[in-house]
């Protein structure tokens, strides 16, 4: 005879527990993926990639790391240097969103944000030139945002390809220290009227040094220029051109992005996290921890009885 299957009190407060560890963490937030080794992102360390394809190109040993030599957060970061300077694939290209960005006339979420951390791996300026852009969800081109870091013996240089007159038009924003982590935040609203894009690249963050600029980005009115089909965002992707024996790179930590849509900007619908740390650093909220702990009591209660 089979009893019918009941409900103990100890599922119940497993249950509930779950619930409440659900509740704890905040909508929209980002799983922060853990586990990197020390060494080449790969790539194939959580998704990163050569964009279409698994490895990098001209990817010598040292040119891109996950190391423990500086870190933003806890004890890892990402260098990337002497890497491959190519529009397409065989660059780094962060874990693909499971949305897209792009025009919205077109289907796609407006909005993509980036938050990144960096740091000059040597001050005195080795002339590594890093540009970061959106990989495309085929992984076979770069498209929306740009913006270019050079490790110079000024400090880096930070600026950005806007689009005017059918043309590259060069923005400067800043020369930071090239000795200290900076913040770098990008805001992209992608519009049906591609010079129209609205991208917003603030640096430093949060400090009295803190400094803004909005303008479109080249390629998506580029394409429509020169005839070639719009290319929508899913990713980060880094390119790199600099001497292949001398240049060091950039440290990069605490990068994450997000996509949504400017009809509902407080739903995130895709988001990426990490730290590049072998293990999860992120510390709970005061309000998670309460509940947690309710939920602790619960049961507790419960077994007493
Ligand atoms: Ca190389
Ligand atoms: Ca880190």
Redesign the pocket.
């Known amino acids: 005879m089979h009893d019918r299957p009941s409900v103990s009190p100890g599922r119940v407060a497993c249950a509930l527990l779950g619930v409440i560890i659900c509740l704890a963490v905040p909508a929209g937030a980002a799983p922060i993926y853990t586990g990197y080794l020390i060494g080449p992102t790969g790539p194939g360390q959580d998704g990163w990639s050569g964009g279409a394809q698994p490895g990098l190109t001209n990817c010598n040993p040292g040119d891109e790391e996950v190391t423990t030599d500086a870190?933003?957060?806890?004890?890892?970061?990402w260098r990337y240097s002497r890497g491959y300077g190519s529009p397409g694939q065989g660059t780094p290209f962060s874990p693909p969103l499971s949305a897209t960005a792009g025009a919205p006339s077109l289907g796609y979420a407006d909005t993509m944000t980036a938050t990144f951390w960096f740091k000059a791996v040597l001050p005195s300026g080795d002339g590594q030139v890093v540009n970061i852009y959106n990989g495309t969800p085929a992984g076979d081109d770069r498209t929306g945002i740009n913006l270019y870091l050079e490790n110079t013996a000024a400090g880096v240089s930070v600026g950005t390809w806007r689009w005017a007159n059918n043309d590259y038009a060069w923005e400067e924003i800043a020369t930071l220290s090239s000795t200290e982590w900076h913040r770098v935040d990008i805001a992209a609203l992608f519009t049906d009227t591609y010079a129209n894009d609205v991208i917003t690249y603030t640096l430093d963050a949060g400090t009295g040094g803190a400094v803004s600029s909005t303008g479109n980005s080249w390629p998506h009115p580029w394409r429509e220029f020169n005839g070639y089909t719009y290319a929508p965002a899913d990713s980060l992707k880094f390119c790199a051109s600099s001497a292949e024996t001398s240049a060091l790179g950039f440290y990069f930590?605490?990068l994450s992005c997000t996509i949504s849509d400017s009809s509902n900007p407080d739903v995130v619908i895709a988001s990426y996290s990490t730290?590049?740390?072998a293990q999860e650093?992120a510390i709970p909220e005061p309000a998670s921890l309460a509940l947690l702990g309710l939920g602790v009591l619960a049961l507790v209660r419960r077994r007493k009885k």
Request: aromatic share 8%; glycine share 16%; no cysteine.
């Open positions: 870190a933003h957060s806890g004890t890892q970061s930590d605490d730290g590049f740390e650093t």
